[in-house]
Structure formats: C-alpha cells, structure tokens
C-alpha cells in the first residue's frame, strides 16, 4: 500500500518536471513572451494560485494521516546525527574531511563503512584552515615530512582526478606556483646545508644559492647576514585552503559521508579488556540548546585541530594518573598567530617567493595589486593569549615591521590594510604531526598536532589515517615515525626548520 | 534492446563531450541546459550505473592520455636517451629538430614518421614543436635529459598546466622561446613559474583563456624576465569607465 502510494507521489513529480516546461510554453504562445514575467491583472490568476497551494496542503495532510507516512507529532530535530556510525570523525576542517574522503576513496563495496563528520561551527570562524596562508613546500628536515609534502603535491597536481564530481565545476585551487625561500645566517647554515642534502636525497627539487646568487636573482633583497639560502624549483607554493577544504567536502558528500553540527561533549567505555579501553559511544550536542544525540561508533578519529587536546581531556583520557600510559595527555594546545595584510606599490612583482627569513618573519605576495601577506613567529615567552581571536597591532609594529623592512627595503613604505589571526595546532612535544593510534585506547585515531604544516600535508595524511584505519598499516607512506609512541616514550624526532 | 542500450550510450558519449567541453570552459552561462543534458543529469542522479559508466568514461579518457604520455624507458636503454625523446614526440605527432641539422622530422595527420631519426644517435635536440598535442607533466619525464634544448611550441594544447610550467625549470639555462598560446589550462600561478627561465628571450602568451587580467599580467612578466620579448594578442584592452568607454587596443 505505501509502496504503491509512493510510486504515485513520485510519477506525479516526474510528470511535473516535464509539464512545467509547457505550461510556460502555453502561457508565452496566448499573451505573449513580455508578459511571461508579469502579471497585470489581479482577476483569476491570483485566486487560483491560492487555491492550488491550499489543495497541496490538503493532499500532504491526507499523505501524512495514511499508514506508512513518517509523520509524528513530535518535532524531531532534523540535524541530529543517526544513531549509528562505523566512523566518527571529530573535526570538520581540511584533516577531517581528507581523512572521510580517503575512507570512503577506499572502502571496497559500496556504503562499506558510515562516516560522520562532526563539526561545532559550520561557518569555520575559528577554524585554522581557512585562516591559514595557504602555503606548501617540501623544505623540511625530517624525511616524513618531506614525504607528506610531496605527496600532497602530487594529489593536488592531479586534483580533478580525485576530487572531482560529475556534472560539478572542476576545483580550482587558485595555486601559486612560486617557491618557498628560506635565508639562513651564519649559525644555522649548516642545518641548512644538511636539510638540502635529505631534501634532495627524499625527491625535493630544492637549490641553494649564494648571497651573489641571491642578489642577481633577487635585486630586492638585502643579504647583509644572509650566509646561504634555500630555494625551491617546483611543487612549493600557495593555494586557497578554502577551495581544498570544498573540494574535499564535495567529494566525500557526493561519496556517502555524514556532516553533522555539533560538538562532541562526551564519550562513553563500553568494554575495559586488561590493557585497553574503547570508546564506543560519543555524545554529540547540538549548536543551539541543550539537545543530544548519543552516537554509537566503532572508530573514533580526532582531528578537531587546535582543540585535540582538549577533547582528548574531555573524552576522559588523562583521568588516569599522569605517569602511566594512559594517563599520557595529547600534548596539543592552540597557539595564535597573526597574519598581516599590507599594500606596498613598490615591491617586489610577479616572481616573489614565499620568504622566510631566519629571524622568524615570513612573508608572500598576494594577488597582484602590490598585496603582500606578512607575519613573524613569536618568542616562546611572549605567546599571545588564545582565548580570542583578536589582533595585536603593536606585534606588527614592534617585531614584523622592522624585521621586514631590513630584508626587503622596498617594505621601508607600506600600509597595513587588513589583518587576522588564527591558531597553530601546536605539538609542544616536538612540534611535528601525530599520526597513528592511540596505544590504550583501541579505537582511537590521531591526525593533528602539525603545527602550522597540517593544511599542507593533509591529503598525504588523511589517505595515511585511512589506510590505518582500513587495511591495518601503512601502505603508501611509512609514518610510524610520527606516531603516538614517541610521546609516551618521550622521545622528540624536532623539525629544524619550523616557522 | 542492444539497440536502445547503444543509441543510449552514443547519447551519454555527445552528453559528455558537452559537459567535459562545458567543464573546461567557464561555467557562467545563465541559459539552463539543453534537454538532452538535463534528462542526463536527471538519470544520472537517480541510477548508480549511469553515473558509473560516465565516470568510466572520464577515467579511460585521462588513461589514454597517460598512456601516451609514459616513460619510453624500453627506447630509452636501447638507444640512448635522445632518440627516445625523439620517438616520443613523434609517437605525439610533434615535431623537432636536432642540433647542427636543418631539416625537421614530423609526423602527418595520421601518425606515420620518417624513421631516418634513428641515424642520428646521440644527436641533442634543438628545437621541439609540440603544438595541439597532448603532452603533459608525466610527458616531460622523457624530455627532461635534454640541455640543449632552445625552442618549445606548444601552442593550443590542452593538458598543458600551471604544473607542467612549474617543471619547466629543468630548461632553465638553455631555453630561448616558448609558445604557451592558446592552451586553456594556464592560469597566472603558473606563468609566476616562469621566473626560473632567465635565459628566456621570446614568449608567446596569446589568447589564454585562463587569465584574467591580461594587460596587468604582461607588465608584471616583463618586468620579472627584463631580456625577454613578450607577445600577447588575442586579448581585449579596453579599460571601461564609469560613464564612458575608452578603448586602448594592442
């Protein structure tokens, strides 16, 4: 009987999609194609319209009182998560959404595995990556790194193949295909030369230059206390994170993943075994009012950014005593960085790289207006509180400017037109990703604590996570070394070369 | 049965075309689409084989693609590293020229060559013409070996990027003109790639499609490559005012 009523409401909506051309056709051919648009007389139109509105009403309110119809006189809010999932994922930016779409990119059998992605602010007015610079390079020191980067170049070189939907416009990332360079003085030049050495050796396409090198290439730089710098020749750039954030949401919405709004407020054990937990029910709370779902999954992925240490201290990790394995806190905190949007016609033009200078100011152009993008790193004694997102603009006046001004004197005459700030999911361990499991809890996975590289190697580590999470180990890229273990071993892998 | 199966399949073959042509293209028109295509999109939103077998045909068109543009290693072991770029542009319908020699090799409209290029071993190329072929960034690992290389056409063709652009720079001292006019896919990242080239003496950007400021785009990369000669036509200067028009053509 509800199949049969529903095969008739659904032939009624095809043969309106197909009527509704000739209606108009019909109307166009009797008054004419300028009135199409308008209708003068207030006669017998309008009264028609208003009775078929109200015999739509009626018919719905016939459908719903038949058996069958999913009509309750409760008002179930519409925007819960269902109450099952294989997969959770905790973080709706571009980690999250690498991570589902890499999921489902491998699940075998159609609908394999149920993915959710849960996500507390749809609008991302916190989130860090869209407020991040949108930069790549493969200029790291440790090999994992390096890989991560290449990899991720190598899926956005080919990104409609991956990521792209039928009948969609293709993705456009708006990428840069300018260099990263890094200056270094006198003390760290050997790092440097050291790091170009593994850099080349992994597959970068990475050159050093001379200061009279620099100089010829650069006429606008000042290399006083410039010994050595590092220059990259291809897959080193910026794109626009949001464009990459999209696409991977698209794709992965278009695959069969769940996106929920909401913040993940607890978590239920079901089962202690001897030497592990697992998590298998999360609390999720609605935005707006007190409202909940309660989700039973079987995987948990937290990848909620800046905030990962504070869910996995909510999630009831570090309930246990500080010095056993499970009492191992992730040690991620959100850092805030400002970034500072300054006009200045007589800069550098189309070839300027993405320059960091060894003093910790970096800085890019953007667009091509004479727009460029500038920031520095702060001393770890003066971090700038993280409760907020506000500006300081004294930070540009007291530690950006002068530093800038120094390396390209050009900058010595500029406006700062805009700026904002944003948070580094910060490892305070060693400033490097964490990827992996983690070793108590069975179902729990990892992929945040990147520190300011995360949107960068997102593509490499969410298909990373994924292989993880599905066939058990790594397969394309050996990140072992970037797991849990070390932290809980307390052994640092430090990256040489962070900004 | 087969009948309709085949006219449906033909249908999908055109639809595609036009939606791959649309896809290329920008995507503004305001006008819906013909009705072929939306009882397509319509069928296509409802059965997972259709969508299937769309998708299919997307993945087997960049696989022949790819195909064309692999690693002529087996060439390349035989005989030297040279003549398998030789082979491969023609095997691509291009053409080049060796250095010291003045006569160029090409293959016609239906892919037959000359093979008197193989009496030439160990002979650098010179000059290259790769216009209207589908060469791209897999493609230029067989030319990468080449230093002496002055020349590059590559007028209209369709997989050249902002990437392939980027891989440029393995000719960096020794390429003297390039011809990237009409190839839809360059944007301005990619000609900011361009910078490496110093050695470069003549460009050739007319008609891309893919920039959107051209008369600024031309003044920012003559000022990036000062010994350069730069030739973009095919774009339309005119600067529109508020209350009037001014046109300023090239």
Same mark, same amino acid.
């Given at each position: 009987?509800?199949?049969?009523?529903?095969?008739?409401?659904?032939?009624?909506?095809?043969h309106?999609?197909?009527?509704?051309?000739?209606?108009?056709e019909?109307?166009?051919?009797?008054?004419?194609?300028?009135?199409?648009?308008?209708n003068?007389?207030?006669?017998? *139109?309008?009264?028609?319209?208003?009775?078929?509105a109200q !015999?739509?009403?009626?018919?719905?309110?016939?459908?719903?009182?038949?058996?069958g119809?999913?009509?309750s006189?409760?008002?179930?809010n519409?925007?819960l998560p269902?109450?099952?999932?294989?997969i959770?994922?905790?973080?709706?930016?571009?980690?999250?959404?690498?991570i589902a779409?890499?999921?489902k990119?491998?699940e075998r059998?159609?609908?394999?595995?149920k993915v959710?992605?849960?996500?507390?602010?749809?609008?991302?007015?916190q989130?860090?990556?869209?407020?991040?610079?949108?930069?790549?390079?493969?200029?790291?020191?440790?090999?994992e790194?390096i890989?991560?980067?290449?990899a991720?170049?190598?899926?956005?070189?080919n990104?409609?193949?991956?990521l792209?939907?039928?009948?969609?416009? =293709?993705?456009?990332?708006?990428?840069? $295909?300018?260099?990263?360079?890094?200056?270094a003085?006198e003390?760290?030049?050997?790092?440097?030369?050291?790091?170009?050495?593994? $850099?080349?050796?992994?597959?970068?396409k990475?050159?050093?230059?001379?200061?009279?090198?620099?100089?010829?290439? /650069?006429?606008?730089i000042n290399?006083?206390?410039?010994a050595?710098?590092?220059?990259g020749?291809?897959?080193?750039?910026?794109?626009d *994170?949001?464009?990459?954030?999209?696409? /991977?949401?698209?794709?992965?919405?278009?695959?069969?993943?769940?996106q929920?709004?909401?913040?993940?407020?607890?978590?239920v054990?079901?089962s202690?075994?001897?030497?592990?937990?697992?998590?298998?029910?999360?609390q999720?709370q609605m =935005?707006?009012? !007190?409202?909940?779902?309660?989700?039973?999954?079987?995987?948990?992925?937290n990848?909620a950014?800046?905030?990962?240490?504070?869910?996995?201290?909510?999630?009831?990790?570090?309930?246990n005593?500080?010095?056993?394995i499970?009492?191992?806190?992730v040690?991620?905190?959100?850092?805030?960085?400002?970034?500072?949007?300054?006009?200045?016609?007589?800069?550098?033009?189309?070839?300027?790289?993405?320059?960091?200078?060894?003093?910790?100011?970096? /800085?890019?152009r953007?667009?091509?207006?004479?727009?460029?993008?500038?920031?520095a790193?702060?001393?770890?004694?003066?971090?700038?509180?993280?409760?907020? !997102?506000?500006?300081?603009?004294?930070?540009?006046?007291?530690?950006?400017w =002068?530093?800038l001004?120094?390396?390209?004197?050009?900058?010595?005459?500029?406006?700062?037109?805009?700026a904002?700030?944003?948070?580094?999911?910060?490892n305070t361990?060693?400033?490097?990703?964490?990827?992996?499991?983690?070793?108590?809890?069975?179902?729990?996975?990892?992929?945040?604590?990147?520190?300011?590289?995360?949107? $960068?190697?997102?593509?490499?580590?969410?298909?990373?996570?994924?292989?993880?999470i599905l066939?058990?180990?790594?397969?394309?890229?050996d990140?072992?070394?970037?797991?849990?273990r070390r932290i809980?071993?307390?052994?640092?892998?430090?990256?040489r070369?962070?900004? | 049965?087969?009948a309709?199966c085949k006219s449906?399949? @033909?249908?999908?073959?055109?639809?595609?075309?036009?939606?791959?042509?649309?896809?290329?293209?920008?995507? @503004?028109?305001v006008?819906?689409?013909p009705?072929h295509?939306?009882?397509?999109?319509?069928l296509?939103q409802?059965f997972?084989?259709?969508?299937?077998?769309?998708?299919?045909?997307?993945?087997?068109?960049?696989?022949?693609i790819?195909?064309?543009?692999?690693y002529y290693?087996f060439?390349? @072991?035989?005989?030297?590293?040279?003549?398998?770029?030789?082979?491969?542009?023609?095997?691509?319908?291009?053409?080049?020229?060796?250095?010291?020699?003045?006569?160029?090799?090409?293959?016609?409209?239906?892919?037959?060559?000359?093979?008197?290029?193989?009496?030439?071993k160990?002979?650098?190329?010179?000059?290259?013409?790769?216009?209207?072929t589908?060469?791209?960034?897999?493609?230029?690992?067989?030319?990468?070996?080449?230093?002496?290389?002055?020349?590059?056409?590559?007028?209209g063709?369709?997989?050249v990027?902002d990437w392939?652009?980027?891989?440029?720079?393995?000719f960096?001292?020794?390429?003297?003109?390039?011809?990237?006019s009409?190839c839809?896919?360059?944007?301005t990242?990619g000609?900011?790639?361009?910078?490496?080239?110093?050695?470069l003496?003549?460009?050739d950007?007319?008609?891309?499609p893919?920039?959107s400021?051209?008369?600024?785009?031309?003044?920012?990369?003559?000022?990036?490559?000062?010994?350069?000669?730069?030739?973009?036509?095919?774009?339309?200067y005119?600067?529109?005012?508020?209350?009037?028009?001014e046109?300023?053509q090239?």
């Amino acid at each position: 009987m509800s199949a049969w009523r529903r095969l008739h409401v659904k032939v009624r909506r095809a043969h309106g999609l197909f009527t509704s051309r000739r209606v108009t056709e019909q109307y166009t051919w009797m008054y004419g194609p300028s009135t199409l648009g308008q209708n003068l007389s207030t006669g017998k *139109p309008l009264r028609n319209d208003f009775f078929k509105a109200q !015999l739509a009403a009626m018919r719905k309110k016939a459908a719903d009182a038949l058996p069958g119809s999913s009509w309750s006189p409760f008002d179930i809010n519409p925007n819960l998560p269902p109450e099952r999932a294989d997969i959770v994922i905790i973080g709706g930016g571009v980690m999250g959404w690498s991570i589902a779409y890499w999921l489902k990119q491998k699940e075998r059998v159609r609908e394999g595995v149920k993915v959710i992605v849960v996500e507390r602010d749809l609008t991302y007015s916190q989130a860090s990556t869209v407020l991040s610079a949108g930069g790549i390079r493969q200029q790291f020191s440790l090999p994992e790194n390096i890989h991560l980067s290449l990899a991720s170049a190598d899926f956005m070189r080919n990104i409609n193949e991956h990521l792209g939907v039928l009948n969609e416009d =293709p993705v456009d990332l708006q990428f840069n $295909q300018s260099g990263y360079l890094f200056l270094a003085s006198e003390e760290v030049a050997h790092i440097m030369e050291e790091n170009y050495s593994t $850099q080349r050796q992994v597959g970068a396409k990475v050159t050093l230059l001379s200061p009279t090198q620099l100089k010829e290439k /650069f006429p606008w730089i000042n290399t006083d206390g410039v010994a050595l710098a590092s220059y990259g020749l291809e897959n080193e750039g910026w794109f626009d *994170p949001w464009s990459l954030l999209n696409a /991977f949401r698209r794709k992965a919405m278009s695959m069969g993943v769940i996106q929920c709004c909401g913040e993940v407020t607890g978590a239920v054990a079901c089962s202690v075994v001897h030497d592990g937990i697992t998590a298998c029910v999360e609390q999720v709370q609605m =935005p707006k009012g !007190l409202e909940y779902q309660m989700v039973e999954c079987a995987i948990v992925v937290n990848a909620a950014g800046a905030f990962s240490g504070k869910l996995a201290e909510m999630l009831g990790i570090s309930s246990n005593p500080k010095d056993t394995i499970a009492g191992t806190p992730v040690p991620v905190e959100p850092r805030k960085r400002y970034i500072y949007v300054v006009h200045c016609p007589d800069g550098p033009g189309l070839d300027t790289p993405f320059l960091i200078d060894y003093s910790g100011m970096y /800085f890019r152009r953007e667009g091509l207006g004479g727009n460029y993008i500038t920031g520095a790193s702060p001393k770890e004694a003066d971090e700038p509180d993280t409760s907020n !997102l506000e500006v300081d603009h004294q930070f540009f006046e007291d530690s950006v400017w =002068p530093r800038l001004a120094y390396r390209v004197p050009a900058f010595e005459k500029l406006k700062v037109t805009s700026a904002w700030a944003g948070f580094y999911d910060y490892n305070t361990f060693d400033q490097n990703g964490i990827i992996g499991d983690h070793p108590v809890i069975n179902n729990m996975y990892f992929a945040t604590g990147f520190s300011g590289h995360g949107l $960068q190697q997102s593509p490499a580590a969410g298909r990373a996570v994924a292989e993880l999470i599905l066939d058990g180990n790594f397969k394309t890229l050996d990140m072992r070394g970037l797991g849990f273990r070390r932290i809980m071993a307390q052994e640092p892998i430090l990256e040489r070369n962070i900004l | 049965m087969a009948a309709s199966c085949k006219s449906l399949y @033909r249908c999908c073959q055109q639809s595609v075309c036009h939606l791959v042509a649309r896809k290329l293209s920008s995507s @503004r028109s305001v006008s819906p689409p013909p009705l072929h295509r939306r009882i397509l999109l319509f069928l296509t939103q409802r059965f997972y084989d259709l969508e299937m077998l769309l998708s299919w045909r997307g993945q087997l068109r960049r696989k022949g693609i790819m195909r064309k543009n692999a690693y002529y290693d087996f060439t390349q @072991r035989l005989y030297g590293s040279d003549i398998a770029a030789a082979f491969y542009i023609l095997s691509l319908k291009g053409g080049f020229r060796f250095v010291g020699q003045s006569d160029w090799f090409r293959a016609d409209q239906r892919g037959k060559f000359n093979w008197d290029f193989l009496n030439h071993k160990d002979t650098p190329l010179e000059e290259v013409d790769m216009s209207y072929t589908v060469i791209n960034y897999r493609g230029l690992d067989n030319l990468e070996g080449q230093q002496s290389l002055r020349t590059l056409a590559l007028r209209g063709c369709p997989e050249v990027d902002d990437w392939f652009l980027a891989r440029l720079h393995v000719f960096e001292d020794s390429l003297e003109e390039l011809d990237i006019s009409h190839c839809p896919r360059i944007t301005t990242g990619g000609l900011a790639a361009l910078r490496n080239l110093k050695g470069l003496r003549r460009l050739d950007l007319s008609s891309l499609p893919g920039i959107s400021s051209p008369g600024l785009v031309v003044i920012l990369l003559e000022e990036m490559l000062p010994q350069c000669q730069i030739i973009a036509t095919g774009y339309d200067y005119s600067i529109k005012q508020h209350g009037g028009e001014e046109e300023v053509q090239r």
